[in-house]
């Protein structure tokens, strides 16, 4: 089981990175709650991890901090729920919002996310309120031990990127969402000198 990684952020295309860790890279896909806190590229991140294993493939999530990855571990085990979705979810909204959705059943909130119809939003918010019950109030966000020497910058560059928009859309779509929804959204947002993490960010709370 791989827990924790500590390394340098050698390429980011969201939701995924590649972070080489003693001359291995390890690609992670993360949330964007996650992924607007990484540091630059070359520079060195904490990364907590869930390791998926399935028939057809190995996959790492990756999350700025604990809160975050036991919070995806108890989606996960939703009836319905499976990594992409729970990737979704902490896309949309940090650990404290969903845990606030939950505490009042805001299944109106809980549908805007791709792949969560109303019906999968109900048993979602019975299940995980039960789960939640001694969540408490506690819901962390990065620390500095956590993604440490984290840039401040949402605007770090990528490696390959030569279209913000379209990376903000490829993005967009990989979470779940329609390429037209992900194309509407993305153009409502845009302004020149947008970064593509800018793009996705406020693309994602224009459609909450």
């Known amino acids: 089981m791989i827990g924790r990684l500590r390394g340098t952020v050698v390429d980011k295309q969201p939701p995924e990175i590649l972070i080489e860790c003693g001359g291995v890279g390890y690609e992670v ?37 604990v809160t975050e990855r036991k919070l995806f571990r108890l989606l996960i085990k939703v009836n319905g729920v499976g990594p992409k979705l729970a990737l979704a979810i902490l896309s949309n909204m940090s650990a404290s919002q969903f845990v606030h959705c939950v505490q009042i059943d805001d299944v109106a909130t809980i549908v805007k996310i791709p792949g969560v119809g109303k019906k999968t939003a109900e048993r979602l918010l019975i299940e995980m309120r039960d789960r939640l ?18 840039g401040e910058d949402l605007g770090s560059t990528f490696v390959t990127v030569t279209n913000e928009k379209d990376d903000a859309i490829t993005a967009l779509v990989s979470l779940g969402y329609k390429q037209n929804q992900a194309e509407k959204a993305v153009s409502g947002v845009h302004q020149d000198g947008m970064s593509s993490e800018e793009l996705i960010r406020d693309a994602l709370k224009s459609m909450l």
């Not at 630059?40 to 057809?56: P, Q, S």
């Open 29 to 65: 896909t993360l949330p964007m709650t996650s992924f607007y806190h990484l540091p630059k590229l070359d520079e060195e991140a904490i990364i907590y991890t869930h390791f998926a294993v399935r028939e057809d493939a190995q996959q790492l999530y990756g999350f700025a901090n």
């Open 133 to 150: 019950k001694d969540w408490g109030q506690d819901i962390s966000t990065p620390t500095a031990d956590e993604f440490s020497l984290q």
